[in-house]
Every structure is written in C-alpha cells, then in structure tokens.
C-alpha cells in the first residue's frame, strides 16, 4: 500500500489542523493504520492507531483529549484531528500502516511521506 500524508501547515498556539492520508494499492482496510510524528532533534515518537474497523483507537498521552485518530475505509484515507495545538506539537507527521494494533514504529510496514506541522506561540 501506497501512502500519502497532506494538510500540515503553520497555526497558532490554540488552533486546528486536520491531516490526512491517502492510501492506494493494496486494500486500505486490510491495515491497522497509525500516525507518528517527529521534531527537530528528536527521535519519531507515536500518536496515534486505529483498527481495520475503525472501532478501536489509542493515543499517546501527550495528544490524548486534543487529537481523534479516524478513517474512511470507502475513501481509502486516514485522518488526524488535531485541535488545541501547543507549540511541542511542531513536528512532521507521518502515516503508517500495520498488520497488527501496535505503538511500535518496528511493526509499522508502510510509511508515508511526511507533512510538516508547524505551531506558533
């Protein structure tokens, strides 16, 4: 499956972004899907992930309460929400798809390119 991650862009501290993931390929809905994120001279850190059915989701608790991970099996596309946005958010993110329901990065099998999101203060 073939990965593609758009909608970053510059907001204020406070603001929204919602961030997507076109997939194409191999059957979106076959994937566990995942988003992570990394900052300049940091290492790639989880977000978020979602099941096939989009039933099951979980966060990391730096984004938990501010971020919805969801899907749109019938669009082949993967979202984040992001709302109340802090400064520490600023980070590129990226979309992965797994076989399994993981936080690990090493599971993930396909990866996008990133977006950049970039918050002021």
């Known amino acids: 499956v073939q990965l593609q991650a758009s909608g970053g862009g510059l907001v204020q501290a406070g603001g929204s972004l919602r961030l997507s993931c076109a997939a194409s390929?191999?059957?979106?809905?076959?994937?566990?899907m995942g988003w992570f994120r990394q900052a300049p001279g940091k290492e790639r850190e989880f977000v978020a992930t979602?099941?096939?059915?989009?039933?099951?989701?979980f966060y990391a608790d730096s984004v938990k309460g501010r971020f919805t991970i969801s899907r749109d099996n019938a669009k082949n596309t993967l979202y984040l929400q992001m709302n109340s946005l802090k400064p520490e958010d600023t980070a590129v993110y990226c979309c992965?798809?797994?076989?399994?329901?993981?936080?690990?990065?090493?599971?993930?099998?396909?990866w996008g390119q990133g977006t950049l999101v970039t918050v002021s203060s």
């Open positions: 979602i099941t096939r059915s989009g039933t099951s989701t």
């Open positions: 390929g191999r059957a979106f809905s076959s994937y566990n």
């Open positions: 992965a798809a797994a076989n399994g329901i993981t936080t690990d990065q090493y599971e993930y099998r396909y």
